[in-house]
């Protein structure tokens, strides 16, 4: 088992729909979880930092985060063809106490917005 | 304020060279690590360093080392070049070294050895 997995995709969505983006994870101690996205031949750029269960939102994106089931979802409403990209969901396997962090990512979900 | 910063962005390298590739974190960031990406994957975790120390090592060969510098700037250098080390290597920055920070990324640096 992946610590961290994710569907390859691609998944494809209508302009203006709303994308689901799913990660799971398979250590039940991991503090925080980001996703990232990364349009090709780029860096990964930072979209949501999420360290509570729930939800977090930020402009059209929401982080959703449940510990118990070791899931960590985006959703992308009004999806937009400039939102078509790979989205890295990462899970920090640090440590408080020594100041260690480590970012173990997930192979990525290819989003593909159609105009 | 300026991002991450990353120093060369792109260079070709034969097999059995010596690469280093620099990083200056984000003003005020202490932590600093370093990811290799390989076309198809994740990044993966090579070194971490948080004040000037390191504070883990993903499982990369002894070919890869790296240091940070007091003005928390940071190096890896890769020795005898194998074809396999062809990749995106990224450099991350945050403020401390613990999971309440977020981490951002430079732009990386595209290492092609041939």
């Known amino acids: 088992q992946k610590e961290v997995e994710q569907n390859s995709g691609p998944l494809s969505v209508p302009e203006g729909a709303i994308a689901s983006l799913n990660c799971t994870y398979s250590?039940?101690?991991?503090?925080?979880f980001f996703w990232y996205r990364q349009y090709s031949g780029k860096s990964p750029e930072l979209i949501m930092f999420?360290?509570?269960?729930g939800d977090k939102e930020d402009g059209r994106f929401t982080a959703q985060l449940n510990k118990a089931s070791q899931y960590v979802s985006l959703l992308i409403r009004d999806s937009q063809p400039s939102d078509s990209a790979t989205y890295l969901c990462?899970?920090?396997?640090?440590?408080?106490?020594?100041?260690?962090?480590?970012?173990?990512f997930g192979t990525g979900t290819r989003l593909l917005v159609s105009p | 304020d300026a991002g991450v910063t990353q120093s060369p962005t792109h260079l070709i390298k034969t097999r059995g060279q010596h690469v280093t590739l620099r990083c200056s974190p984000i003003?005020?960031?202490?932590?600093v690590s370093w990811y290799q990406q390989v076309l198809g994957q994740g990044p993966q975790f090579i070194f971490q360093?948080?004040?000037?120390?390191?504070?883990g090592r993903g499982n990369f060969p002894d070919r890869f080392s790296a240091r940070q510098f007091p003005n928390y700037s940071s190096e890896l250098n890769v020795n005898a070049l194998l074809l396999g080390d062809s990749a995106l290597y990224l450099c991350?920055?945050?403020?401390?070294?613990?999971?309440?920070?977020?981490?951002?990324f430079g732009e990386g640096s595209w290492l092609t050895v041939v």
């Open positions: 250590d039940r101690g991991s503090q925080s």
């Open positions: 003003s005020g960031h202490k932590s």
């Open positions: 360093y948080y004040e000037k120390e390191e504070r």
């Open positions: 999420i360290y509570s269960n």
């Open positions: 991350a920055s945050s403020l401390e070294g613990h999971h309440g920070n977020t981490i951002y």
């Open positions: 990462a899970v920090n396997r640090g440590s408080v106490a020594t100041g260690f962090q480590k970012l173990v």
